[in-house]
């Protein structure tokens, strides 16, 4: 799994690429989403585009990281989720938690 931080205003967007399993450094996601509150994002906007899979595992630290940004105040949203990872969502009975958009300009727009 690799993770970039950038800042496009007062949202916080963190990039995932690669496999999302167990098998990564665990909590490495949560604690992106984190230090990007500790900066005074208050909205977290997280670009799936360039994941491939995510298993049970990280699909938990992606509710950890919902839960985080929502704790202060701040909302937490999906961009560019690969249809198997809406599925997936959809599975787990997640798809009514997370917001999600189809291009990064209109995420960013809709947190204002």
Request: zero cysteines; aromatic letters at 2%; a neutral charge.
């Amino acid at each position: 799994m690799e993770i970039r931080e950038r800042q496009n205003g007062d949202v916080a967007i963190v990039e995932l690429a690669g496999r999302l399993t167990i098998n990564d450094e665990p909590g490495q996601l949560k604690e992106a989403v984190a230090n990007a509150v500790k900066r005074g994002a208050r909205n977290v906007l997280l670009h799936l585009a360039g994941v491939r899979y995510i298993d049970s595992t990280r699909l938990g630290e992606l509710i950890a990281a919902h839960v985080t940004v929502t704790r202060q105040g701040g909302r937490l949203k999906l961009v560019g989720t690969p249809d198997r990872i809406v599925e997936l969502l959809a599975l787990a009975g997640l798809d009514g938690i997370f917001e999600r958009h189809a291009s990064e300009d209109e995420a960013v727009k809709s947190f204002n």
